[in-house]
């Protein structure tokens, strides 16, 4: 594989173009029996979605997936689930002109010199649109996830310098705002900040979070495949994360071990607590039955109508000032996505996970 | 597997606990051809063994790599390399009274929950002492790397709050300097800084940077394996890092478009430049021919000899101050391993990306 | 991944139920740069189609490929391929009454066994209509080999216990006979033989047999991907495979090592010569130079029209006569499916084997 | 990897050279918590070790196996377990003469082509001495197998053209007999065989036949790893097999779907019944619960003291008569070879099987 397949158990392959006639993702190692909501499959597209706010790209598409296998009345079989999502709107037109241009801050140059061909229309298989796969199979994920009582919640943390106020956390809305920041007052000024920066043709990055909740103990695969380190490639594969950090990440490197460690208790009602999360849910690399906590930095969308320097494949140095439909901001859409991810990875590594002992083999096998 | 097998071509796996009889490794996957120097191996080690200075945990290990396989006439014959390291200074009476009790920041209690049982031992498999085997492998990689010209570098970037000055920047101070931190002043802080965490029998956390020259650029395997995520998953497996960024990572959430865009031209001598390098030589997950760049942020040792609360496997609430052989601050040993794992992943996609062209394949196969 | 995803570096995923509306393949790791003949494709599927002669399934297929992806001015890009063939045939309705049937010599009980749940149209994931997108991705394999030299040729070896004989053998036939029997005289008596079956409602086996030529020497990875095993794995994978042998294989147990033994020698051009290929063209799991050569035994059709004992979901004995479509033997079928596991697994290989050396990556990366 | 590790979920990597100073296995992926019998495989090792009759090279080695790691108060821990087995007697000096000579039927051609370099001493990593890691590892296997009811027995079912006769079958002389045949008067003519061969400096093949019983119903991975498929390249993987049948194998090409067919029924007691087992077990490559049944057939062993025309490195065609120490046949030391590659397959595909449902997951993870 050249890198298109995600996942050891749940395995997921997308495949597909920005302007091709669809794209795709192919689910392998799905349990059978799961009852799949395929609305619930929609409404994560939907969240995705491109055009449907001034914040992100006017592309048109209603992103309508099909599922052309691995269900049968209802209910996941165990064979592979074919997911195909149509492209409706490509103009491939805009991109004609960038055809022999490396554009800075994308992949044009580096698939260039990996593959000695690509194909320029959009960004190729570079586009953001092929995340619309990973969303879909994300979904499915989720509901795996969903029969096993672990929910996936993801927002805008951040746009540019302005980060939400956990005082003000209103989970609401996520989905009810443009941003996905669940922070009135936060969104508000984030808004007025890309109205700025549209104005001047300049973009922003982000941050996004997101939190796992109702997660069992005793998931990841130490010493490799540790579920933090899984967690970090998995959204580190979306395009422009520039870092990942797990519970108190960043901050970890400045605090004293007397302020890291989370201190355990066990309540008057016997059950185990911890008295701060900096972990994130995660010792050793396996989960600790606390929430996952993760963040996501996302680096400005790099095609801004600001004039640039950049260079051709015929080699000369040119002025380049990108126009078509692009996000200001990428990292609103990206929520959904970086869902996608943790919610594949965690499906992944509790299958994995299930067989740890020889004990639950006996359970399955000699019931 | 269960996460003890690292990479996809150049696969290493790591065996082997704190307190067992020995740790290893075993490379399967290296070209054959390498002329391999063990002494080099050695230093490597040498750079993460403990007991070196009174900055890292007093354990006698002399770490004497044995290489069991592979090797012929001194070069890698394409077989499997085995590299074997005798434990010399376990010390597991210090851990009896541990055996029960769920240490703060630490694995055990996760580590119960998977597996129903664990070599409590000197933390076991969870214990940093596995390190040294991916050190070891790490020291192969480099060689390989080596032949093609690629070089990968790490140093302490910072101790707590202290940083390096990038103006005082002097490699000679990396493996000169007990903290590996190439920058005298800022080195002499942190020293004092560590011998008052120490008298407060508190521990300190910290970043790695490291940087790697020569590469060359089409390497990485979008969408999923990206070399990006892949270098984040391989230094998210060392145990206390809790954040990775590459290139202008966090701060890329805060900046425009315009100031993160790299902007490329071509010089009078026809190579080509970028004027800056915030994507940290990868974009679209394909490295682009200039250094890459990543920081990874290491928590606090958990270790301390302060008093803690915790809990026991029998379910009671204690206090606890863990004595024993513990660093104050793993920084410093963590840089060799996490230029290991810098190393290992570049020798997987390397191999791995060698044949994205047909007209490569046809170079070999039809001479 | 639960077993549709094949391969290492050329990997293929299929999808897709007998009776749903379509299958497909995706390609991951083609090298970018080959010139795709799509019509070779078609070619390679109408091979296999059913409906074309008395000797198979009459059900009306077309299998007209649609290429959705990796593909951009008639060149692979390196991307994923996406291969879809649309169901145009189904009819459900004669499996209804088969829905609670276990047949006898199908995957229905085993199915059931394993995941609860089965799409039973048409047999579902296990139907040999899923053969069609091995078929799509094999002839993509093969485009990759031609670019290197290596052609890959199955026939029909045997029906029943009528075989070919090698004095008569005819290359032309293979694509000619309705069988695929490459020796006019054996094909009428086979087709007399299969005639006097379909007469007695009963079905015949027999054996396919492939020939590599073009291989260059040192592909394969021992000591568990030795060639010989990979390519068993992979024609076994098909349905109805009972057995595999290479080169002299069943009867090499009754040889002596001196019979046995292929002898080498330089003829007077200094070319290397072998005096025999007992070995098939692999030795110690690695290609010699010499020609691949395997056979694969294939069971006779289970579904026949006499009648048989068997069980229903709700534990009942039942007697069963299957009707519908069916073919009164599955090799001639099969041989270009044959044709494609080989392909599919020489692709691979070739790409995994390509690095073995350390000079080979100086020459792609020091050039 | 370049073929050293087996398996997805219980995974081995063995190493090591047939002249080095050890060879091992590390096994990642077992399940804690299972008591290990370090005995049983040692008494594994023994059934495969040279120098005990005058059919096997005299080569004297005591195999004494040390775990190393992953194993903690007699019990598995889920870590990797590490076995080493120290070489003690290696003559290096009788392949001195052998190092620029490619001996017809043996890998030396080929590793040379692979890597341009190999250790000719005592034919390598490509040694037969490599499976004495296997059958360590293997034994580890069958010991998870045996806690769910599994067991693997093989033993010689024929050598030349002289087979066992089923009714004559005694299961106690698998292990007493030097030939490990279970039929006292085949055994007799067989080594009659063998003296006479010896006379003759030739050397003999054939078939060892392996029956798993107490196999769940439900175990595969179709379509690419359907458990036949797994089993097949497990055996394949062993030196020497030139082909693997399962059930009917080879005869079921010349058999009618209405003989290979098994019928099920009910018994009045309400077990499921199967009237023959032609099948071998398995169908659409998942097990079905009756006993699997499979054959390997061995070529016989190529090094004889015939003299033989081969060539060397220097492109010379010289003659050759191999001395040194040689099993005259390699069958019965191959038995226990092929129980533990059947061992692993098996323990591979059950971890990976349990969570073919999401009921399953549900069970383990919502107790």
Redesign the interface.
């Known amino acids: 594989?050249?890198?298109?397949?995600?996942?050891?158990?749940f395995?997921v392959?997308?495949?597909?173009?920005s302007h091709?006639?669809?794209?795709?993702a192919?689910i392998?190692?799905?349990?059978?029996?799961?009852k799949l909501d395929t609305e619930m499959i929609q409404r994560d597209l939907d969240r995705r979605r491109p055009g449907r706010s001034r914040y992100a790209s006017p592309r048109r598409e209603t992103d309508q997936a099909?599922i052309?296998?691995?269900v049968?009345?209802g209910?996941?079989?165990?064979?592979?689930?074919?997911i195909?999502i149509p492209n409706q709107d490509p103009k491939s037109g805009d991109y004609d002109r960038l055809a022999a241009v490396?554009r800075?801050?994308?992949?044009d140059?580096?698939?260039q010199?990996?593959?000695?061909?690509?194909?320029h229309r959009g960004g190729?298989?570079?586009s953001g649109r092929?995340t619309a796969a990973r969303v879909a199979a994300g979904a499915v994920a989720k509901q795996?996830l969903a029969?096993?009582?672990v929910a996936v919640s993801a927002y805008t943390y951040?746009i540019?310098?302005i980060t939400i106020d956990p005082a003000r956390f209103d989970p609401a809305l996520i989905e009810a705002n443009p941003l996905a920041m669940p922070d009135e007052e936060a969104a508000a000024r984030a808004a007025e900040y890309l109205d700025q920066?549209a104005a001047e043709k300049?973009?922003?990055?982000?941050?996004v979070e997101c939190i796992v909740t109702g997660m069992?103990?005793?998931?990841?695969?130490?010493?490799?495949?540790?579920l933090?380190?899984?967690l970090?490639?998995?959204v580190?594969?979306i395009?422009a994360?520039?870092?990942?950090?797990?519970?108190?990440?960043?901050q970890?490197?400045?605090?004293?071990?007397?302020?890291?460690?989370?201190?355990?208790?066990?309540a008057e009602d016997?059950s185990?607590a911890k008295?701060s999360n900096?972990?994130?849910g995660?010792?050793?690399?396996?989960?600790?039955?606390s929430p996952l906590k993760l963040r996501a930095?996302?680096?400005?969308?790099?095609?801004?109508g600001?004039v640039?320097?950049?260079?051709t494949e015929a080699?000369?140095?040119v002025e380049l000032a990108v126009t078509g439909r692009h996000d200001p901001v990428i990292v609103p859409r990206a929520v959904v996505v970086v869902e996608a991810m943790v919610a594949l990875t965690l499906a992944d590594y509790?299958?994995?996970?299930?067989?740890?002992?020889?004990?639950?083999?006996?359970?399955?096998?000699?019931p």
Chains 1, 2, 3, 4 share one sequence.
């Not at 594989?1 to 158990?9: A, D, E, H, Q, V």
């Not at 990996?114 to 194909?119: E, H, L, Q, S, V």
């Not at 300049?202 to 941050?207: H, L, N, Q, R």
């Not at 930095?297 to 801004?304: A, E, G, L």
């Open positions: 594989m050249s890198g298109s397949i995600f996942g050891r158990r395995t392959t997308t495949w597909g173009e091709g006639p669809s794209i795709g192919v392998d190692g799905c349990p059978a029996g799961i099909q052309l296998s691995g049968f009345q209910h996941s079989t165990g064979t592979p689930i074919a195909l490396f800075p801050g994308h992949a140059y580096t698939y010199q990996k593959y000695g061909i690509r194909d190729g298989r570079a092929e795996l029969e096993l009582g951040a540019g310098e920066l300049d973009s922003a990055g982000g941050i069992p103990a005793g998931v990841g695969e130490p010493v490799f495949e540790k933090d380190a899984m970090a490639k998995a580190f594969s395009g994360v520039k870092a990942v950090e797990i519970g108190s990440g960043v970890a490197a400045h605090m004293r071990g007397s302020e890291h460690n989370d201190w355990l208790s066990f016997g185990l008295q900096h972990a994130g995660i010792l050793g690399g396996i989960s600790d039955g930095y996302f680096k400005p969308t790099p095609s801004i600001k640039q320097q950049t260079v080699k000369e140095n509790l299958l994995i996970g299930a067989t740890s002992r020889i004990a639950n083999l006996k359970r399955l096998f000699k």
